[in-house]
């Protein structure tokens, strides 16, 4: 396990995942300069928005207009959640560069979360990928509660691995693997990164840790360690934790990217643009960054 | 680099490093129940005070009241910062079982910090160590700027390893390796440890690391590869940065004893009586902790 990457392709997820989570709503315009300040940062994928019904999530109900409204640059990618064909359909109206769908590696959490078993969800997002794949988008798969379930706790690698192999096999072409409730510790990490590689090239893994106990950039050294370069991470550590009130979710991508500077590893994302970005969307939100490079370098002395 | 040590020992420097660090000023008493409760969450070392002028450290007049004012219990190690041979005079009457003086990596650091070259300030210390061995109380030692100064930045691993030996030949049992400002990054980490380890023994290594910048734990993980089984930690994220306002300092307890729960590395620290430590802190110093664990784990619903 030391298989350390050159360079990490980062995969900037709060104007979704982040947002999702933000209990304070953000206005359209407020999304489209978020994302538009991340490109500008050197972002080159960026989760935008989330094609998914305004009842469950009401906070992505204008993914469409985002899309239409960002400055879209070269070589960036703006990504959209699917859920379902008529997401997809949605998504491919917006020209999303590619789309996501989702599964867990954990039987209860698939089942409080989506009302189904993981392999009926994964039946269920093939004609998803396969209208996808025919309309030349890329899909990407996320897998979540990979180190632990808010439910039932530990996780077997297996399943992992598992999931994993089934969403590349349907056609995606990478699999984010999710420490939803970021419980992972670095054994677990290089344990479950282990067995997933046995069936799945590392080179189709990305790493989507949270830090909701801190444990985010141990757990990220050890994947980066295992050869992981694909990593996806939120602008000031934007998102919660619905399963641990007033904590943290995503991983902040300024700690991540201090982390990588400091290694020598590049991600062509400029330090300094990034907390522009960071500034301005905790100001719309209206609380401090939890991401502590966010804290340390916008208030030092 | 892969000699994971089977328990770790905490250092619990909160309630001197981390208060010491604190804007709110807090009383004798609070001082005292928080060293009592950090011993009945199965602290064996916390260090306690600090015998400097109350010229310099007001925060830290009342060391002696706090040593006399603990409940002692059998097997805890209760030590004090000992700057000259009258803070040592006045550890030895307040019965501190151990003492501790400070040097740092860095010429610049010295010069600002204490008004003295590196090698003047270790010549300074020579009469502390031989006076406190020769009364046989044990001497630790602590080198800061390790892996970055606020004013030279890059700090060369030799000449950490340089002032750790002439610590250890001085006659201090353990030296406390100080990322002082928190810029540390893994692969910084492991180098620097390299080198210090071709000189002292890893057994008579502590990692102090600070998480101003959220990498102290991938530090941490990076140290404990190395065999270093000594680690220097606050509870709650005890204290701030004076190089970084609103920034955190040492890194908190409870993300360190989650990683190594989790790792099953053991320490005898326990987890929920540590937390009771914590919340007693915050709330006397009025504010939320630095601890993304104790975040999650105290507002967990």
Known sequence: MNNFPKSVS?????????????????????????????????HRRIET????????????ADSGEVFSLISRREGV???ALTPNTKGLENALSAN??????????????????????IEESLERFAPVVEQAAARGKPVRGYVSCVLGCPYEGEIAPEAVANVAKIMLDMGCYE?????????????????????????????????HFHDTYGQALANLYVALSAGVSVIDSAVAGLGGC???????????????????????????????????????IMEAVGRKPSSKVANALMESC
């Not at 998914?52 to 906070?59: A, E, R, T, Y």
């Not at 989702?102 to 989506?114: D, L, Y």
């Not at 590893?265 to 970005?277: E, F, Q, Y």
């Open 10 to 42: 980062l995969v900037e997820v709060g104007p979704r995942d982040g947002l999702q989570n933000e209990k304070t709503e953000v206005s359209t315009q407020t999304k489209v300069e978020l994302v538009n300040l991340l490109a500008d940062a050197g």
């Open 49 to 60: 928005g989330s094609f998914v019904s305004p009842k469950w999530v009401p906070q992505m």
């Open 77 to 79: 990618s703006y990504s």
């Open 96 to 117: 999303a560069d590619e789309v996501a769908i989702f599964g867990a590696a954990s039987e209860s959490f698939s089942q409080k979360n989506i009302n189904c078993s």
């Open 175 to 207: 699999v984010s693997l999710g420490d939803t409730i970021g419980t992972g510790t670095p054994f677990k990490t290089q344990r479950m990164l282990e067995v997933v590689t046995d069936v799945v090239p590392v080179s189709k893994i990305g790493a």
């Open 242 to 280: 619905p399963y641990a009130k007033g904590a943290s979710g995503n991983v902040a991508t300024e700690d991540v990217l201090y982390m990588l500077d400091g290694m020598g590893i590049s991600t062509g994302v400029d330090m300094t643009r990034l907390l522009k970005a960071s500034s301005f």
